[in-house]
């Protein structure tokens, strides 16, 4: 089988279930966006030496497969989709997000020098694009909340909490890049 399914010529594109809707569909716009947030945290995981991050990072990107398949069922599938053993992003993998943030701004020394401006390391800021594609991909699954409801309200809490995890890893790669003078 090719993946050169031609089914995409008349500018529709598939979800779950055969259903198929146009390419310009808001559901898409925001699985399309996490898609490229899956390949930015790709980026991360290719340029970060640390398996402190790119352990992290690797699950995430697991996490983010069944968020887009999610985002792939209109809400008439959701039910057809747990019977078939998929399961929907749930609180306990928003706080696990929580957890390390915590656990970056407790226990980890993070300059914020030079913050607003990404570059210090390749790492640093591969992380800073992976968390302004996350910012995107928010935006996109909020406008998808206000114009198909419902969407699962953990999925946009998922993507803050995200972002703000990149951010965190990135002060955290520079601190260690070029520690603060004591």
Known sequence: MSIATKTGDDGT????????VPKTDPRIAANGAVDELNAALGMVRATVADPFVTDAVL???KELVLLMGELAVLPEDRERYTAGGFHFVEK???DVLTGRIDDLEKNHKISYQGWATPGATLGSATLDVARTVCRRAERHVAVLAETNPPVNGEILRYLN?????CWLWARWLETRANPPAE
């Open 13 to 20: 594109t598939g979800l779950m279930y055969g259903r198929r």
């Open 161 to 165: 909490r995200l972002s703000d995890l």
């Open 59 to 61: 699950a995430i990107q």
């Open 92 to 94: 306990a993998m928003v």
